[in-house]
T-cell receptor, first 114, second 115 residues
Framework: NAGVTQTPKFQVLKTGQSMTLQCAQD?????MYWYRQDPGMGLRLIYY???????DKGEVPNGYNVSRLNKREFSLRLESAAPSQTSVYFC?????????????FGNGTRLTVT | AQSVTQLDSQVPVFEEAPVELRCNYS??????LFWYVQYPNQGLQLLLK??????LVKGINGFEAEFNKSQTSFHLRKPSVHISDTAEYFC?????????????FGKGTLLTVNP
């Protein structure tokens, strides 16, 4: 049971470089999310996709773009990385976007921007 | 707007001792409350949730939490902790709109269980 798989696990970028974080889930979930986790800040929602074909901004979308490639995959792109984007990024999925549908998280991508 | 306050950033305890992790929330409407746990180098997983009904909810691994509307609290408790309970615990609240994308997480409480 893979659940939610994120790649890569670690990444170091220089300021201005771009990269895409990949996320795939095998639970046939409709909704997917990208969060960032910073020390002492908890988790903050970057973008979400309530269902295949839709994406919406979360609390901290600036500097990011997303693509819901299909029902399984939801990628996060940094077009021009900045040191402020150094963080741990988590992808999550849920059967629906309802509160009654628990979030399932991947193990995270640790990104450092120098 | 809703918010969540986890009153302790770190809680060290000895094995087999009881523990309480405190969480207070603010919201102008009815809420749904959650506790998630993050073990080292892993993602978060749901520990328990309060949606409605009984104010005492039981979760996995022997944890329980009590919803107290008058005190706007949702404290997490375990009567006897194990070394394996060492993890970061996040309280989260979703307002009456009830969508996961409106979930607000607290800043987390690091529980360290010492032998």
């Amino acid at each position: 049971n893979a659940g939610v798989t994120q790649t890569p696990k670690f990444q170091v970028l220089k300021t201005g470089q771009s990269m895409t974080l990949q996320c795939a889930q095998d639970m046939n979930h409709n909704s997917m999310y990208w969060y960032r986790q910073d020390p002492g800040m908890g988790l903050r929602l970057i973008y979400y996709s309530a269902s295949e074909g839709t994406t919406d901004k979360g609390e901290v979308p600036n500097g990011y773009n997303v693509s819901r490639l299909n029902k399984r995959e939801f990628s996060l792109r940094l077009e021009s990385a900045a040191p402020s984007q150094t963080s741990v990024y988590f992808c999550a999925s849920s059967e629906s976007s309802s509160y009654n549908s628990p979030l399932h998280f991947g193990n995270g991508t640790r990104l450092t921007v120098t | 707007a809703q918010s969540v306050t986890q009153l302790d950033s770190q809680v060290p305890v000895f094995e087999e001792a009881p523990v309480e992790l405190r969480c207070n929330y603010s919201s102008s409407v009815s809420v749904y409350l959650f506790w998630y746990v993050q073990y080292p180098n892993q993602g978060l997983q749901l520990l328990l949730k309060y949606l409605s009904g009984s104010t005492l909810v039981k979760g996995i691994n022997g944890f329980e939490a009590e919803f107290n509307k008058s005190q706007t609290s949702f404290h997490l408790r375990k009567p006897s902790v194990h070394i394996s309970d060492t993890a970061e615990y996040f309280c989260a609240v979703s307002d009456g709109g009830g969508s996961n994308y409106k979930l607000t997480f607290g800043k987390g409480t690091l529980l360290t269980v010492n032998p």
